[in-house]
């Protein structure tokens, strides 16, 4: 590898360095129902986005709470220290579309009805706010 294909990766393996991610895969929801919740958090401090959470009446804010406390442990276990308040903040979080089991209905005049029974993957990045914006 030349050198300057080395720095160029060094400095992409720093950036990452504050960034850690958590996903949580086939959640048995559908993913328009976990996008309205994910959109609630999107871009908050992860304090305040656990206790919207927390407070919101949706089911499936319950599975988004959880896996923001995953990635914020895994974030703490990557740079050996607890984080401090106001430290880190939802960069990402983006819900995707799992399998869909497809089920049949019995219908009147013998027909059936398909029912399909969605899933999703949701996927949260969790960052440190750069130095210029603590202050």
């Given at each position: 590898m030349g050198a300057r294909k080395r720095l160029a990766a060094e400095k992409r393996k720093a950036e990452k360095k504050n960034i850690c991610c958590a996903?949580?895969?086939g959640v048995p929801s559908s993913?328009?129902?976990?996008?309205?919740v994910v959109d609630m958090v999107r871009g908050m401090e992860v304090n305040r986005a656990l206790a919207v959470l927390r407070f919101s009446n949706k089911a499936a804010?319950?599975?988004?709470?959880?896996l923001l406390r995953s990635a914020i442990a895994?974030?703490?276990?990557?740079?050996?220290?607890?984080?401090?308040?106001?430290?880190?903040?939802?960069?990402?979080?983006?819900?995707?579309?799992?399998?869909?089991?497809k089920r049949m209905r019995?219908?009147?005049?013998?027909?059936g009805y398909r029912i399909r029974k969605r899933s999703n993957h949701v996927?949260?990045?969790?960052?440190?706010?750069?130095?210029?914006?603590?202050?």
């Open positions: 996903k949580l895969r993913p328009r129902k976990m996008r309205y804010s319950k599975d988004v709470e959880k895994n974030w703490e276990v990557k740079n050996d220290r607890k984080a401090e308040d106001g430290e880190l903040f939802v960069s990402r979080i983006f819900v995707d579309e799992g399998v869909t089991l019995p219908a009147p005049q013998g027909r996927t949260v990045f969790v960052d440190t706010k750069p130095n210029d914006e603590k202050e």
